[in-house]
């Protein structure tokens, strides 16, 4: 093989091994505004929301925060939906069973990867009447801290709104995928076009 071909196969490798740099995840907190409040009463409560913008539309992890419950073997469901204005709608996007702890904890939900919709709204649940309702549980906030989405609760199959000011005490991250800078297609145009002229040649030639 003679060196014009090792360079142009090393500029097809280079072209596809770059990698764009990372993009920056979006991260929408609320836990520094927490005063000690915790939800009372509510069977199941959830944290409307919608993505940050049109780029960062996959929701990567959510952590809350929740009041211990002292009777061992408890756990919550932790849930996405589609929220419709007053209810959820549709099947459940993502679910997972979390141990409820004993005393005051976060519950740091990882791995989520859910891609979604940037025209719509959601809603992250915390359903408490799982595995056994506690009457005080779900860490919020309030002064509007989250202007984008609110806290809502249910009890006895009904969704309501606790107030369009306070929101769960929690933490959100969302990322979108990196995308190549215009450099990287321009060397893998050039790579690619080398390779073809090389292998016309090698055919003029054989001819």
């Given amino acids: ?7 142009l196969c090393a500029a097809v490798v280079a072209a596809f091994a770059y990698t764009a740099p990372a993009h920056a995840d979006t991260i929408v907190d609320t836990s520094s505004a ?3 409040k915790v939800t009372s009463g509510w069977q199941m409560t959830g944290q409307t929301f919608e993505t940050p913008n049109a780029t960062d539309v996959t929701l ?6 929740m009041a211990g419950n002292s009777t ?11 929220w419709g204005g007053s209810s959820t709608t549709g099947s459940e996007l993502y679910g997972t069973d979390l141990s409820w702890a004993s005393t005051t904890s976060s519950y ?16 992250a649940v915390i359903d408490t009447n799982y595995t056994g309702f506690a009457p005080s549980s779900v860490h919020y906030v309030v002064g509007d801290q ?6 809502v ?5 009904t969704w309501g ?7 769960h005490r929690f933490t959100a991250s969302f990322t979108g995928a990196a995308v190549p800078e215009p450099g990287t297609f321009a060397l893998l145009g050039l790579s690619l076009f080398g390779v073809a002229l090389h292998r016309r040649r090698g055919m003029a030639k054989a001819s």
């Fill in 1 to 7: 093989m003679n060196l014009r071909v090792l360079a």
């Fill in 34 to 36: 927490w005063t000690d």
């Fill in 60 to 65: 990567a992890s959510w952590t809350f925060w």
């Fill in 72 to 82: 061992s073997g408890k756990e919550v469901r932790f849930s996405i939906y589609e």
């Fill in 108 to 123: 740091a939900v990882t791995g989520i990867n859910l891609s979604l919709d940037d025209s719509k709204d959601y809603v």
């Fill in 146 to 151: 989250y202007a984008s989405g609110s806290y």
């Fill in 153 to 157: 609760g249910r009890s006895n199959g």
């Fill in 161 to 167: 709104t606790l107030s369009l000011s306070v929101d």
